[in-house]
Nanobody, 124 residues
């Protein structure tokens, strides 16, 4: 079992930045690929970014490529999402997830554990 807790969400103006953090506890964190997803009101949860268990490989949705950066610190059991150049369409609840696969992976069903989410709101 892996427990995930997100933090760092908030309200920011368009063009601003936020850094989301995800703290993991439970089984060996470095055994899991990690990902970030988001869900806007009335929409399905969608993939944002993923990182392999070692941190060597990353993968991004086209909508955030060049603006968002995923990283991890296995010594601290943490994964991060640095979000720059935020747009109103980035407004959503952001979820951290852990996958038993080597990764990085982008499909919801490939993830085994989920956090409760943190709200990100970008004003125009």
């Amino acid at each position: 079992q892996v427990q995930l807790v997100e933090s760092g969400g908030g309200l920011v103006q368009a063009g601003g930045s936020l850094r989301l953090s995800c703290a993991a506890s439970g089984r060996t964190f470095s055994n899991y690929a990690m990902g970030w997803f988001r869900q806007a009101p009335g929409k399905e949860r969608e993939f944002v970014a993923a990182i392999s268990w070692s941190g060597a490989l990353t993968y991004y949705a086209d909508s955030v490529k060049g603006r968002f950066t995923i990283s991890r610190d296995n010594a601290k059991n943490m994964v991060y999402l640095q979000m720059n150049g935020l747009k109103p369409e980035d407004t959503a609840v952001y979820y951290c997830a852990a996958s038993k696969r080597i990764g990085p992976v982008s499909r919801l069903y490939e993830y085994d554990y989920w956090g409760q989410g943190t709200q990100v709101t970008v004003s125009s």
